[in-house]
């Protein structure tokens, strides 16, 4: 697929699914801008790998934060004429009974898994409206479509994604806009080695910490990669997906079907 000219902006990809979604698209010769924290160079050089030496834009806006994300798309219009391609994956998680949910988690959760959707949505709308293209494609998650106990705000974020996904497909409906969500079950990243380490904490062998996480809910007893994610991005960028509008993709092993 040939996305020249094209500018892509991923929130929170300098790892995890967010940076093998960057890879996916830097193949495809759109200009990628990264965001995130942690190991940035080896983010740009990962990219860079992918794109024949053209080095990815990079804001590092804490996405908790309004304003940092109002100067991010104001940096991605000053430097690359606006948003073509707007990918929000960036997220966190805590785990812990609703009643003992720390506030502040549960805020800093809202913020970054849900807020921070809704505005770069809005400020990237108006270039995609104003050219007759564009493309929303928003990383929320299972957990978007189905709960799991001690993940209040994590679901509650990622359902609200996909109602949101839902209202910004239907008004852009008559347009060559479209606004879709891929909801990834278990993918080997960062936050998901976090839940592994703790039932290696709580007792439980390596091997079978992963195994049971997995088997617990993943029927394929198989992660997702950050690269099937991509692909599926890619697809919903095509003119095949023109008509894919307002749906939840999920990308699961078969956990929805259950």
């Not at 740009?44 to 790998?49: G, H």
Request: neutral net charge.
């Amino acid at each position: 697929m040939n996305l020249h000219g094209k500018t892509v902006l991923i929130t929170g990809s300098t790892s995890g699914i967010g940076l093998g979604i960057a890879q996916v698209f830097a193949q495809t010769g759109a200009k990628i801008i990264l965001n995130g924290f942690g190991d940035i160079e080896m983010a740009k050089a990962a990219v860079t790998q992918k794109q024949n030496g053209n080095i990815p834009g990079y804001h590092n806006a804490d996405l908790s934060d309004e304003k940092q994300i109002i100067d991010m798309m104001h940096y991605a219009d000053k430097e690359f004429g606006g948003v073509d391609i707007l990918i929000n994956n960036a997220g966190i998680q805590h785990v812990s009974p609703t009643e003992s949910f720390p506030v502040d988690k549960w805020n800093a959760i809202i913020a970054i898994n849900l807020s921070s959707v809704f505005h770069t949505t809005r400020l990237a709308l108006p270039n995609m409206l104003k050219h007759n293209w564009g493309r929303i494609i928003n990383i929320a998650s299972v957990h978007g479509l189905v709960a799991s106990k001690n993940k209040s705000a994590y679901v509650a974020a990622k359902h609200g994604v996909i109602g949101l996904t839902k209202s910004v497909a239907l008004e852009t409906a008559r347009t060559n806009v479209t606004c879709n969500a891929i909801c990834p079950g278990w993918v080997l990243t960062p936050l998901v080695q976090q839940q592994i380490d703790k039932r290696i904490a709580d007792g439980a062998k390596p091997e079978a910490a992963l195994k049971d996480l997995l088997e617990e809910k993943q029927p394929s007893s198989q992660f997702v990669t950050p690269q099937q994610l991509g692909e599926l991005a890619l697809f919903l960028c095509s003119d095949s997906a023109t008509q894919v509008r307002g749906v939840a993709w999920n990308m699961d092993g078969g956990w929805v079907a259950q």
